[in-house]
């Protein structure tokens, strides 16, 4: 069975996009995050680079394969902007993303309807000048041995073009290794099955 072992994500803050409706303007950005710590300091920034606007509404989610998110209205009315903002990022199928839309009211209401639409559009728009890529969802095993047993081990990674992040090659050998998911269990039998030889997954910091 294939396992989902891929994700999207971008790796640079997007361009800033601007979309106007009846005199709001609504300033688009995206940033790549890893914890919810790296959201709040963009949006710290952000507030001190529009101090003078009125809302910044923000959605972001983070995870690989178990996602978690926060949507945020910042004082518009209720799932006006949070939402819209996260179902871009659900339609653009990103994750370990922030978006952020920074709101100049201009005089005239737009209705509820007018803001889903202008932070909507306001985050499809930052998407887009965004760089999207595809990262693989990997699983690190730490594979431990006595330093007789090294060719066995070193054979079995260079038949399946394993990649070593780390590695202590003394009386007791360790070395880590990363693998795609979807090939974790296999690689992880293959050394299980190896004599005099143990591996163990190693939780993702």
């Given at each position: 069975?294939?396992v989902?072992?891929?994700?999207?994500?971008?790796?640079?803050?997007?361009?800033?996009?601007?979309?106007?409706?009846?005199?709001s303007?609504?300033?688009?950005y995206a940033f790549?995050?890893?914890?919810?710590?790296?959201?709040?300091?963009?949006?710290?920034d952000?507030?001190k680079?529009?101090?003078a606007?009125?809302?910044?509404?923000?959605a972001?989610q983070?995870?690989?394969?178990?996602f978690?998110?926060?949507?945020?209205?910042d004082g518009?009315?209720?799932?006006?902007?949070?939402m819209?903002?996260?179902?871009q990022?659900?339609?653009f199928e990103?994750?370990n993303?922030?978006?952020?839309?920074?709101?100049?009211?201009?005089?005239?209401?737009?209705?509820?309807?007018?803001?889903i639409?202008?932070?909507?559009?306001?985050?499809?728009?930052?998407?887009?000048?965004?760089?999207?890529?595809?990262?693989?969802?990997?699983?690190?095993?730490?594979?431990?041995?006595?330093?007789?047993?090294?060719?066995?081990?070193?054979?079995?990674?260079?038949?399946?073009?394993?990649?070593?992040?780390?590695?202590?090659?003394?009386?007791?050998?360790?070395i880590?290794?990363?693998?795609?998911?979807?090939?974790?269990?296999?690689?992880?039998?293959?050394?299980?099955?190896?004599?005099?030889?143990?591996?163990?997954?190693?939780?993702?910091?």
């Open positions: 069975m294939d989902k072992d891929t994700y999207k994500t971008i790796i640079k803050p997007s361009e800033e996009v601007l979309f106007k409706d009846k005199n303007k609504f300033f688009g790549p995050i890893t914890t919810e710590e790296e959201a709040k300091e963009h949006l710290e952000l507030k680079k529009h101090h606007a009125r809302h910044w509404c923000y972001w983070l995870g690989k394969s178990d978690h998110y926060r949507a945020n209205d518009e009315p209720s799932n006006s902007a949070g819209p903002i996260y179902g990022i659900q339609s990103v994750t993303i922030l978006i952020v839309v920074v709101r100049y009211f201009g005089g005239v209401k737009l209705g509820v309807g007018g803001l639409n202008a932070y909507k559009t306001a985050a499809q728009m930052a998407l887009e000048a965004s760089r999207i890529v595809t990262r693989t969802i990997d699983v690190k095993f730490e594979i431990s041995f006595d330093y007789p047993e090294m060719n066995k081990v070193m054979r079995v990674i260079k038949e399946n073009n394993l990649n070593v992040v780390d590695q202590i090659l003394e009386l007791d050998c360790k880590i290794i990363l693998v795609r998911k979807n090939e974790a269990e296999r690689i992880h039998d293959k050394f299980d099955a190896t004599y005099k030889v143990s591996i163990k997954e190693l939780e993702d910091q």
